[in-house]
């Protein structure tokens, strides 16, 4: 048996090639949508890809079941569970099986068993992994997808907050419940491979291990540790992240089916020219993608600026929005990086991308250009004190909800595209975050809302904090 073991950091996804040496033959499991690893990795083990299956229909990626069945001619095996609802629409235009719980199919001497485990979502399955060609038979572990991580389980509430199933989310939490009371009676030898990995908003508190075992799971997973379901449901629906507004439009594409990789325009690359960046801004979305100390220093007016980096695809999807045209500021180096993780959200449409070297082109008094402020604590306590300056974090709910700077009103980021009307233009606006990425984006989020006077604060709230100890130590 051959097992790879793929991930996409931006994401915090993991999929997998499991292979049968004797065949020649292979599987993906959940892949994602940029299946060129999978068929690189095949190759150079010499095996072939026939197959790709799913635990479940995604919400955070897009996947390339669809690409691998399209390019490559692979059977797909998804899930018939949940009901009517769930099912992969696009399926029935390739050669596909649909699995219910108990059922067995086999990719070479390579089997797999399919397990039902909703709680994450009603058509969830896992899937039990057994090398034919062991002496010892019996499983060697199971693909969890979204079901069980690393020190975590999948969130329940997605059907509601994604999908908009009003009420879901407790009988949702019912379900997660009852499929781990199923998960606790495997063998605790069995290795688990899960789909996600610290940093995925499918859940609230994944370790950074790329795979476990069972008894490992059972003796410190803390979901693993309830026994009374009305205490597990309470417990696992609190304090779960904020879902993201593209994961919506995931879901459609996961079931209905997206165009083809090949088939999207290749964005065009101008020559530099602020008077076109202008035009952009008129006809769709412009990013700057250079780090945020750059971009405060001098920008385009009303261009957004999300710096290119592990956080990049997370904030791409809040804020860009799926019907409107793309134009990127991004060095030649990036470009085809930063289309391909626009592309793992679906995010098809870029139209065209400059240098952002069109700043050169700046003078200091074109009106055409704008910076915002970074400041450290003490520039802007004073003004704090006496409320001269409007003070906004752009934390979590849960962060917010741990602690804040006093004075501090609170939009999260992803929701101040929609709610930047509710802030007032009559005082200079203080931004923070943690430690200043997040406070970033969104001081050039409202310079394009209109807002002339922004500042970002420098080491954000930890800095706040560090700030305080000092005045209390000095105090006592």
């Excluded at 949508?33 to 095996?47: F, L, Q, S, W």
């Excluded at 992803?414 to 509710?422: F, I, P, S, V």
């Amino acid at each position: 048996m051959l097992l790879k073991y793929f991930y996409d950091e931006k994401l915090a996804q993991a999929s997998y090639l499991v292979g049968c040496q004797e065949t020649g033959e292979a599987i993906i499991v959940d892949p994602s949508r940029n299946i060129e690893p999978y068929i690189e990795t095949a190759r150079e083990h010499g095996v072939r890809i026939v197959g790709a299956t799913e635990t479940h229909i995604h919400a955070d990626f897009l996947s390339g079941s669809q690409e691998l069945a399209s390019r490559l001619g692979a059977t797909l095996y998804f899930s018939d569970e949940g009901g009517p609802d769930w099912k992969y629409k696009y399926a029935t235009g390739y050669e596909h099986f649909y699995l219910r719980n108990g059922d067995v199919f086999a990719i070479g001497n390579i089997q797999f068993e399919v397990m039902h485990t909703p709680g994450h979502t009603p058509e969830h399955i896992s899937l039990l992994v057994t090398d034919g060609g062991a002496s010892i038979k019996g499983p060697i572990g199971i693909f969890t997808g979204d079901f069980v991580f690393v020190g975590d389980v999948g969130r329940p509430d997605l059907l509601e907050k994604a999908v908009g199933v009003r009420g879901s989310s407790e009988k949702m939490a019912s379900m997660m419940y009852r499929s781990l009371k199923q998960f606790k009676k495997l063998p605790d030898y069995l290795q688990v491979w899960p789909g996600h990995g610290a940093g995925s908003a499918c859940g609230k508190a994944l370790g950074a291990v790329p795979s476990s075992t069972i008894g490992y799971e059972k003796r410190t997973n803390w979901a693993l540790q309830y026994e009374n379901e009305n205490r597990f449901i309470e417990a696992l629906l609190a304090g779960q992240p904020e879902a993201p507004p593209y994961f919506s439009m995931m879901k459609r594409l996961n079931k209905e089916g997206a165009q083809q990789i090949q088939r999207t325009a290749v964005p065009l690359r101008m020559e530099a020219s602020v008077d076109i960046v202008q035009e952009w801004v008129q006809q769709g979305m412009v990013v700057d993608t250079r780090p945020a100390g750059d971009f405060a220093a001098k920008h385009i007016r009303s261009v957004l600026n999300i710096p290119y980096n592990k956080s990049f695809v997370t904030w791409a999807g809040w804020l860009l929005n799926y019907d409107q045209p793309i134009y990127l500021l991004a060095t030649n180096t990036d470009v085809a990086d930063i289309v391909k993780d626009l592309q793992s959200i679906g995010l098809d449409g870029i139209v065209a991308t400059m240098d952002p070297c069109v700043m050169e082109l700046l003078g200091e008094s074109d009106t055409r250009g704008m910076k915002y402020e970074e400041v450290t604590w003490d520039q802007v306590e004073g003004a704090i004190q006496t409320e001269g300056i409007y003070v906004l974090d752009v934390r979590s709910k849960a962060e917010w909800e741990d602690g804040h700077i006093p004075q501090a009103k609170h939009v999260m980021l992803g929701h101040l595209q929609e709610q930047a009307h509710t802030i007032p233009h009559d005082k200079p606006i203080l931004v923070y975050c943690k430690t200043g990425g997040r406070s970033a984006i969104a001081a050039s989020l409202l310079q394009t809302h209109g807002f002339k006077d922004v500042q970002s604060l420098v080491g954000g709230y930890e800095e706040w904090r560090k700030q305080e100890k000092l005045r209390t130590t000095r105090d006592v």
